[in-house]
């Protein structure tokens, strides 16, 4: 699902939310999380998942192109991990894609 069309379900959902409403709320929500991240602390939704950051030491890579040896730099990484619900609504578990 695109950003876009997470928008679209959204208004389609909610007929009482004009479309400029839809977009700031998508764009608050999406900010928020960034925003938290990159001051790095963790984003927890319940039911759904949470978003925080990892550590990548350096390490040594190879160029695939011609196999030569290159050092590649340490950095920060954002990581999402699913929440009990979500896995299980993935995997067809007691929670349907309806909702219920």
Do not use: C, W, Y
């Amino acid at each position: 699902m695109t950003r876009s069309e997470l928008m679209a379900k959204i208004a389609a959902d909610n007929p009482h939310l004009r479309q400029p409403d839809v977009e700031s709320i998508v764009t608050t929500v999406f900010d928020g999380i960034a925003t938290a991240l990159a001051e790095g602390r963790r984003v927890e939704l319940r039911g759904f998942g949470a978003f925080s950051i990892k550590q990548r030491d350096p390490r040594t890579g190879r160029n695939p192109r011609t196999g030569q040896s290159v050092q590649v730099t340490g950095k920060i990484v954002p990581h999402f991990k699913p929440g009990k619900e979500l896995r299980e609504r993935v995997n067809g578990g007691p929670l349907q894609a309806d909702g219920g």
